[in-house]
């Protein structure tokens, strides 16, 4: 049975990672719902985080392909409810549908989102949430005219106490003095 999967791949900065990654998946005939990319919390480590509908079977055969790389450091897997997640989506409207109809006004503050930039031409409004919520804004701008939209890949953190990366890396520390 097909679920929601988030990755979360930690790897240094190489060129062609993201290539290799994405290779893996296509072999395996799984698709990329969404895909973010940055640096971590941890100096000089990335972050890849990655959406994926797939069983747990092909999931956990993925992974293990995945952490064969030699630039990944670790890779984990999270489904929905171990994770907390959300999207940025920027909506560019003209202004005068803005100053022409109270109703946008009253979208912004019933969606939680923000106007982020004002200029004679256009209007850019930020909302922050889930795919379905950024989604929904949309559909209700739209009848205004969006004249441009973009939405983000999923961001995520775990629901546990703890970074996971950091107890792996303070792991793999004592097994290396271990052997020294």
């Known amino acids: 049975m097909k679920q929601e999967f988030t990755l979360s791949i930690y790897s240094e900065n190489h060129v062609g990672l993201l290539n290799q990654i994405t290779t893996i998946f296509t072999r395996r005939h799984i698709n990329i719902e969404s895909l973010t990319t940055s640096e971590s919390a941890i100096p000089g480590i990335h972050k890849f985080t990655i959406v994926a509908f797939t069983s747990r079977d092909a999931m956990n055969k993925l992974i293990g392909q995945i952490e064969k790389r030699i630039d990944v450091i670790k890779a984990f897997v999270f489904t929905a409810d171990e994770i907390i997640h ?21 979208l912004v503050r019933q969606y939680g989102a923000r106007i982020l930039e004002v200029t004679s031409e256009y209007t850019v409004i930020e909302k922050t949430g889930h795919k379905e919520e950024t989604q929904e804004l949309f559909d209700k701008l739209d009848n205004f005219g969006v004249q441009q939209f973009v939405r983000s890949g999923r961001i995520a953190v775990t629901k546990l106490n703890k970074e996971l990366l950091s107890n792996y890396l303070r792991k793999l520390e004592s097994e290396k003095s271990l052997l020294d």
Do not use: H, P
């Open 86 to 106: 959300q999207e940025v989506a920027l909506y560019k409207v003209k202004t005068e549908s803005l100053l022409n109809s109270n109703e946008i006004e009253r």
